[in-house]
């Protein structure tokens, strides 16, 4: 997926999805300027994301 795909399909800024793939936060390929996504890869990672999401709201 392109950066703005990613962005659309997860429902954030293409703005918010680039710096959270450049700080690490999101699982992202940067290739040249551009960056790719796999979306297996982003389903698991926002997966992970609500999974501690709700454990950290049940203590």
Not at 19 to 29: F, H, S
Not at 37 to 57: G, I
């Amino acid at each position: 997926m392109t950066l703005s795909e990613a962005a659309d399909w997860l429902r954030l800024s293409a703005d918010e999805v680039s710096r959270l793939a450049a700080i690490g936060d999101l699982p992202g390929q940067q290739i040249g300027r551009e960056w790719r996504f796999l979306r297996s890869v982003l389903q698991s990672w926002l997966s992970m994301r609500t999974e501690s999401r709700r454990s950290s709201a049940g203590r």
